[in-house]
């Protein structure tokens, strides 16, 4: 039995990233993306408009749905400022796995909370489980046919509260049209798109940021 994508992206990490430092382990991997394998991380064109969107909302708690191989879950975390806390979920063991030892090569593991675990299922635990009140920074990059419904979900368990910010990936490649009409139509959002590419290629996508009014 061979290496799947996620080991071989990990060992790409150990070989080429610091440990202890989370840009050299950004930069390993964007790498390794774009001159050996793809994959269906952020990336560094979408990362850079995260890292701003990061940056401008402070977060004390943040959550991310969908961590793949950890990469977004990273670029968070380096943000976050002291004693703030990065949930997140990850539905398929193998890449949680991957994922954990990508988060730990970064020193990151005392910010960051990766919990296995359908989203619909967990979302409903966040208060009994963490101690959330509210989460002030929302990254979906899960199943594109969820965020809708755990946009919803987020609502319903008054986990968001005014001036909660939600960053989708990818509303244009692969998309996400359910949510986008929903956010966009909303009167409870104030929505905007951030134009860019499908990460390591000239495919456009991009990222849409929502507000919650309240
Ligand atoms: O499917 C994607 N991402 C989702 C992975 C995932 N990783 N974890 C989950 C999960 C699903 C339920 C969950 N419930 C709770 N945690 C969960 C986590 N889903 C995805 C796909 C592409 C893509 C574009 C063009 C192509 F030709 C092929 C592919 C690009 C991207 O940026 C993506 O994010
Ligand atoms: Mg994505």
């Given at each position: 039995t061979g290496s799947?994508?996620?080991?071989?992206?990990?060992?790409?990490?150990?070989?080429?990233?610091?440990?202890?430092?989370?840009?050299?382990?950004?930069?390993?991997?964007?790498?390794?993306?774009?001159?050996?394998?793809?994959?269906?991380?952020?990336?560094?064109?979408?990362?850079?408009?995260l890292d701003s969107v990061v940056s401008e909302v402070n977060p004390s708690t943040a959550l991310e749905l969908g961590t793949y191989c950890g990469y977004s879950t990273v670029r968070i975390a380096r943000l976050l400022p002291p004693g703030s806390q990065l949930i997140t979920l990850e539905f398929n063991p193998a890449y949680a796995a991957v994922a954990k030892q990508v988060i730990g090569w970064a020193g990151l593991q005392d910010k960051v909370q990766l919990v296995e675990g359908p989203s619909g299922d967990l979302i409903p635990q966040m208060k009994?489980?963490?101690?959330?009140?509210?989460?002030?920074?929302?990254?979906?990059?899960?199943?594109?046919?969820?965020?809708?419904?755990?946009?919803?979900?987020?609502?319903?368990?008054?986990?968001?509260?005014?001036?909660?910010?939600?960053?989708?990936?990818?509303?244009i490649c692969p998309g996400t049209p359910e949510y986008l009409e929903y956010i966009r139509n909303s009167p409870r959002y104030e929505s905007r798109y951030f134009k860019s590419h499908l990460e390591y290629t000239k495919v456009e996508d991009g990222l849409e940021k929502s507000v919650f009014l309240g």
């Open positions: 799947t994508r996620p080991q071989r992206l990990l060992r790409a990490v150990q070989k080429n990233a610091t440990q202890g430092d989370p840009q050299s382990v950004i930069n390993a991997i964007d790498h390794f993306c774009r001159h050996k394998e793809w994959a269906m991380n952020v990336g560094d064109e979408k990362g850079s408009i009994d489980l963490f101690g959330v009140q509210s989460f002030d920074f929302v990254f979906l990059d899960h199943w594109k046919d969820r965020y809708l419904p755990d946009a919803k979900l987020l609502e319903e368990c008054s986990l968001l509260r005014k001036g909660s910010v939600l960053l989708a990936d990818n509303v």
